[in-house]
């Protein structure tokens, strides 16, 4: 037998249910893991509460899309991985390649990762490299790959370039190290002077608290010289579009991610001059290639606090609060 948590979607983060139930088998094709350590992310929230009405599987869907897990067991057929081995699932797991992504994600249409043992068809799966823990192998999935699509899928990051990433969450702090070990500089904002601090013990050029100064676009501005940026990590959402705008220069993208603050920026997408890159997290080839630049760059993803499975409740209320670093994660030993 073995945990698994559940969630109602669309009812609440009060309906997550923790219960017992057996451990599947592996068929053809197919390799049974054991999953060590997951992490949040705001998708999660959304299709707890609803908030994309249809996202969550009905009527309950087994929540989390991003984990580290070890091989168990492989079914017949299957040459890619074998027990022992340290993987983690990508995020999509039929969209292997090329640039449409597929629909069918974890911990939304399908079930996700919030439980001790799974079933993944082996090509679904990515190794996980020694060189990382299974905490920072959780954080790759999602957060981490959405970061490095928007700094490599559509325009190439380059030394000297100038980002700028909103929050502190789990995508912005991936892409201040990961633009960082491109050689480009990262402005931050934040409504948190402390965290603003840490950012900056990671790299972070230029700290802005949009709290103390409302007109965040304007001192950003004058702190660059006027210099513009190219490219904007935007995990707000439609409300900062004219200003991230504003900010970018001739070739600049928007990378259009979230929606913490509102609408999703690619509900502007066609406006006239605007280089708007919707961001779909990313194929497991794009998965490969960025596992690859953090071993090779020594980057350790940031995992701020770590509840049990037993505490996944209280594990998104942490989330819901803000008051996290990078990313929240979830104990599956």
């Known amino acids: 037998m073995m945990k698994q948590a559940t969630v109602e979607s669309g009812k609440g983060i009060e309906t997550i249910a923790i219960r017992e139930v057996p451990v599947p088998r592996p068929g053809p094709g197919e390799v049974l893991v054991r999953i060590k350590a997951a992490t949040l992310n705001f998708r999660d929230t959304i299709v707890a509460k609803g908030l994309i009405p249809g996202l969550g599987k009905e009527p309950e869907v087994v929540p989390l899309s991003c984990c580290a897990a070890e091989v168990v067991e492989t079914g017949s057929s299957v040459r890619r991985m074998a027990p022992g081995d340290r993987v983690v699932p990508i995020f999509a797991p039929f969209w292997l390649t ?128 006027e210099r513009p940026l190219a490219n904007v990590i935007d995990t707000v959402g439609a409300m900062q579009f004219d200003d991230n705008v504003s900010l970018l220069g001739d070739g600049g993208q928007l990378s259009a991610i979230g929606m913490l603050g509102s609408d999703f920026s690619w509900t502007r997408m066609g406006e006239q001059g605007v280089n708007l890159a919707p961001i779909g997290v990313g194929n497991r080839e794009q998965h490969e290639a960025m596992t690859a630049f953090i071993v090779d760059q020594g980057i350790k993803p940031v995992v701020d606090v770590v509840y049990d499975l037993d505490r996944l409740q209280d594990a998104y209320r942490h989330l819901e609060s803000g008051q996290f670093f990078g990313k929240v994660g979830i104990n599956l030993l």
């Open 98 to 225: 090329g640039s449409t992504p597929d629909p069918r994600m974890l911990g939304g249409p399908i079930d996700g990762v919030a439980r001790q043992y799974a079933i993944f068809d082996a090509e679904s799966l990515c190794h996980l490299p020694g060189e990382l823990g299974d905490l920072e192998g959780a954080t790759l999935a999602c957060a981490t790959l959405t970061a490095w699509s928007a700094l490599t899928a559509f325009r190439p990051t380059g030394a000297g370039d100038w980002v700028l990433a909103h929050g502190t969450g789990g995508v912005s702090i991936a892409a201040l190290q990961l633009a960082k070990a491109m050689g480009a500089n990262v402005a931050i904002t934040s409504s948190s002077d402390a965290k603003l601090a840490r950012a900056a013990s990671y790299g972070a050029d230029l700290c802005i608290n949009y709290r103390t100064t409302p007109d965040w676009a304007a001192g950003l501005r004058k702190a660059l010289g």
